[in-house]
């Protein structure tokens, strides 16, 4: 009964270190190795006690199994390679734990040895929030969204960033601004305009004049806001449901196409960044300097002697699309698209990590299916390689040529 218990587990351990690890993938789609960090130095750690120091090579083969599944896993999910580091530091933990239990209950100082480089490992690979940056420059933004304030609510209690707000602080200096026509702009290199109000033609005149003037803007511009509000249809507070920047847009050689898509849709742009927007549309461009990306969902352009990037959704920084834990919006892993990163980057700047995503559920149920089905090939090859139990004799038997003394030769 304990050997058979003990094939079971053989058969099936890369198969748990790979499922102790799906709950934080499903949790935002993130592909992160990382992932299994807990599972791979619990599970092989308690994996190789059980086994012992005799079954030390098959310990280690495990281990190794197991990351293998892992990678797979990842490389099938998110239609890449994974990262390397990732790969390795998973390797490497998977190694020392597997080892380190194996060792345990015979050499407890090696083993205890190989533990703390495996539980150091683990600490070492956690994520690192996104850190305020030393420079930051200024960030002018205009918009009737709520990212400075709580809809619905009044006085101090109404004071609150939008968590992509509080993530753009971390990397600029971010002042609303109430009208294009204040004269803070003019000291500003950098502007978000995300679904303002309705603008007279010498704002949107004096944007025009900024932009050429040198200026970096990126502009949200969505012909069917779905932003959530608890205010009422016709209230003045809301955002506007529709884009009203088209006179600005038509200066610029750009037209906001009506809405094909109502509902919730991931782009993948050409760098392997996701972008998560609802009832988006796309720009028809008609100036030879502008050019689309992820099917005109975005378009670059350059006017005069500044740039603009714009987007044709601005329900993509709800925090509802990009932020799977609202507890944690400094944490890259607690992301469910790389909505803030791209932000940064159009602006400018850049935060930590390069992140993975799974490509659809297809693809993440074909690559947990050939992850268990390689982990369980791998692990009974190992088992018929290195699972040579010595056989049991009951005390009394004879065995013939034990404990017989050799004869002498006269």
Same mark, same amino acid.
């Given at each position: 009964?304990?050997?058979?218990?003990?094939?079971?587990?053989?058969?099936?351990?890369?198969?748990?270190?790979?499922?102790?690890?799906?709950?934080?993938?499903?949790?935002?789609?993130?592909?992160?190795?990382?992932?299994?960090?807990?599972?791979?130095?619990?599970?092989?750690?308690?994996?190789?006690?059980?086994?012992?120091?005799?079954? $030390?090579?098959?310990?280690?083969?495990?281990?190794?199994?197991?990351?293998?599944?892992?990678?797979?896993?990842?490389?099938?999910?998110?239609?890449?390679?994974?990262?390397?580091?990732?790969?390795? $530091?998973?390797?490497?933990?998977?190694?020392?734990?597997?080892?380190?239990?194996?060792?345990?209950?015979?050499?407890?100082?090696?083993?205890?040895?190989?533990?703390? +480089?495996?539980?150091?490992?683990?600490?070492?690979?956690?994520?690192?929030?996104?850190?305020?940056?030393?420079?930051?420059?200024?960030?002018?933004?205009?918009?009737?969204?709520?990212?400075?304030?709580?809809?619905?609510?009044?006085?101090?209690?109404?004071?609150?960033?939008?968590?992509?707000?509080?993530?753009?602080?971390?990397?600029?200096? +971010?002042?609303?601004?109430?009208?294009? $026509?204040?004269?803070? $702009?003019?000291?500003?290199?950098?502007?978000?305009?995300?679904?303002?109000?309705?603008?007279?033609?010498?704002?949107?005149?004096?944007?025009?004049?900024?932009?050429?003037?040198?200026?970096?803007?990126?502009?949200?511009?969505?012909?069917?806001?779905?932003?959530?509000?608890?205010?009422?249809?016709?209230?003045?507070?809301?955002?506007?449901?529709?884009?009203?920047?088209?006179?600005?847009?038509?200066?610029?050689?750009? !037209?906001?196409?009506?809405?094909?898509?109502?509902?919730?849709?991931?782009?993948?742009?050409?760098?392997?960044?996701?972008?998560?927007?609802?009832?988006?549309?796309?720009?028809?461009?008609?100036?030879?300097?502008?050019?689309?990306?992820?099917?005109?969902?975005?378009?670059?352009?350059?006017?005069?002697?500044?740039?603009?990037?714009?987007?044709?959704?601005?329900?993509?920084?709800?925090?509802?699309?990009?932020?799977?834990?609202?507890?944690?919006?400094?944490?890259?892993?607690?992301?469910?698209?790389?909505?803030?990163?791209?932000?940064?980057?159009?602006?400018? !700047?850049?935060?930590?990590?390069?992140?993975?995503?799974?490509?659809?559920?297809?693809?993440?149920?074909?690559? +947990?299916?050939?992850?268990?089905?390689?982990?369980?090939?791998?692990?009974?090859?190992?088992?018929?390689?290195?699972?040579?139990?010595?056989? !049991?004799?009951?005390?009394?038997?004879?065995?013939?040529?034990?404990?017989?003394?050799?004869?002498?030769?006269?």
């Amino acid at each position: 009964m304990i050997a058979a218990g003990r094939g079971l587990l053989i058969l099936c351990l890369p198969g748990l270190v790979l499922l102790g690890g799906l709950p934080a993938l499903l949790r935002g789609g993130q592909v992160d190795m990382m992932y299994w960090m807990t599972s791979a130095l619990l599970l092989l750690a308690g994996a190789g006690w059980a086994m012992g120091r005799a079954r $030390l090579t098959l310990s280690l083969w495990l281990g190794m199994g197991a990351v293998g599944a892992v990678a797979l896993l990842c490389a099938l999910a998110a239609g890449r390679q994974p990262a390397q580091l990732p790969m390795l $530091l998973l390797l490497i933990l998977a190694c020392a734990a597997s080892a380190g239990g194996a060792l345990l209950r015979w050499r407890w100082p090696v083993a205890l040895g190989l533990l703390v +480089v495996a539980g150091s490992v683990w600490f070492a690979a956690r994520t690192e929030p996104a850190r305020q940056a030393r420079d930051r420059p200024a960030l002018a933004v205009i918009t009737a969204l709520p990212l400075f304030w709580r809809e619905g609510e009044q006085g101090l209690a109404a004071r609150s960033d939008a968590p992509i707000l509080t993530l753009l602080r971390r990397r600029f200096d +971010v002042h609303p601004l109430d009208s294009a $026509l204040s004269p803070d $702009l003019g000291r500003m290199s950098l502007l978000l305009i995300a679904q303002p109000r309705g603008m007279a033609a010498a704002e949107l005149a004096a944007i025009d004049h900024w932009v050429r003037r040198g200026g970096q803007a990126l502009i949200l511009a969505d012909p069917l806001l779905r932003w959530p509000s608890p205010l009422p249809l016709g209230d003045r507070r809301r955002a506007p449901p529709v884009s009203l920047l088209g006179p600005l847009l038509d200066h610029w050689g750009l !037209r906001l196409l009506p809405v094909e898509q109502m509902g919730e849709r991931r782009h993948f742009l050409p760098d392997g960044s996701l972008l998560t927007s609802m009832g988006a549309s796309r720009f028809d461009i008609r100036s030879a300097s502008c050019r689309g990306e992820a099917s005109g969902l975005i378009a670059r352009c350059r006017i005069g002697s500044g740039t603009a990037v714009l987007v044709a959704d601005a329900d993509m920084i709800d925090d509802r699309l990009w932020l799977a834990d609202p507890d944690r919006p400094f944490a890259p892993d607690a992301w469910s698209a790389d909505t803030p990163a791209l932000v940064a980057q159009w602006l400018g !700047r850049s935060l930590p990590g390069e992140r993975q995503w799974v490509r659809s559920n297809e693809d993440l149920v074909k690559g +947990v299916r050939w992850a268990i089905l390689a982990g369980m090939i791998w692990a009974g090859l190992g088992w018929a390689l290195f699972w040579r139990g010595k056989r !049991r004799i009951p005390p009394g038997t004879y065995v013939a040529g034990r404990n017989e003394k050799p004869s002498k030769r006269d």
